[in-house]
T-cell receptor
Framework: EPEVTQTPSHQVTQMGQEVILRCVPI?????FYWYRQILGQKVEFLVS????????KSEIFDDQFSVERPDGSNFTLKIRSTKLEDSAMYFC?????????????FGPGTRLLVL | AQSVAQPEDQVNVAEGNPLTVKCTYS??????LFWYVQYPNRGLQFLLK??????LVKGSYGFEAEFNKSQTSFHLKKPSALVSDSALYFC??????????????FGTGTKLQVIP
């Protein structure tokens, strides 16, 4: 069964450094998402992406965040200057369409620790 | 705005007994409801969803969920729990009539512990 993959599984970085989290969505999916889960808290929406553009973003997704589809398979989340509070599990997801009944399939996550 | 509530942080059930994990939701339009499961150090796995039609939805691993519009609930159920069902369960909703329907809004999660 096709699945979303993410790399790396764990990332440790120093505060102020840039990190890039990578995702390979399911191959025939056109809509991509990033979510994050701070330890012990709920999963929160960050951004959705379609046709090389951000289609929706939350208030969490400020100027230090950016997303990109650099090629036909990868989807990346960049945090330009990491803060301690960026420490979280970051999940990538993808779906076939934007229909509200469409299932979003999630990757295994990248655990980011900012020191 | 869409929201989901999972009133129980943890549910304990004996192996072989039926289990219920509760979820209530709030949307302004039509609700599209999902259950996901998260095993330790793993991602979110899709279990089942309600779109329309039959209020009882069947999903993976023997799980089912009952949609109740009047009570705005979507409780997850299984007739006979297995130890391997022990995990964190998330209820989620998308509002079909909202401009922000792209995002999935998750509940806080319920830890299910099945006791041998």
């Amino acid at each position: 069964e096709p699945e979303v993959t993410q790399t790396p599984s764990h990332q440790v970085t120093q505060m102020g450094q840039e990190v890039i989290l990578r995702c390979v969505p399911i191959s025939n999916h056109l809509y991509f998402y990033w979510y994050r889960q701070i330890l012990g808290q709920k999963v929160e929406f960050l951004v959705s992406f379609y046709n090389n553009e951000i289609s929706e973003k939350s208030e969490i997704f400020d100027d230090q965040f950016s997303v990109e589809r650099p090629d036909g398979s990868n989807f990346t989340l960049k945090i330009r200057s990491t803060k301690l509070e960026d420490s979280a599990m970051y999940f990538c997801a993808s779906s076939e369409s934007l229909s509200p009944w469409e299932t979003q399939y999630f990757g295994p996550g990248t655990r980011l620790l900012v020191l | 705005a869409q929201s989901v509530a999972q009133p129980e942080d943890q549910v304990n059930v004996a192996e072989g007994n039926p289990l219920t994990v509760k979820c209530t939701y709030s949307v302004s339009g039509n609700p599209y409801l999902f259950w996901y499961v998260q095993y330790p150090n793993r991602g979110l796995q899709f279990l089942l969803k309600y779109i329309t039609g039959d209020n009882l939805v069947k999903g993976s691993y023997g799980f089912e969920a009952e949609f109740n519009k009047s009570q705005t609930s979507f409780h997850l159920k299984k007739p006979s729990a297995l130890v391997s069902d022990s995990a964190l369960y998330f209820c989620a909703v998308r509002d079909g009539n909202s401009g922000g329907y792209q995002k999935v809004t998750f509940g806080t999660g319920t830890k299910l512990q099945v006791i041998p």
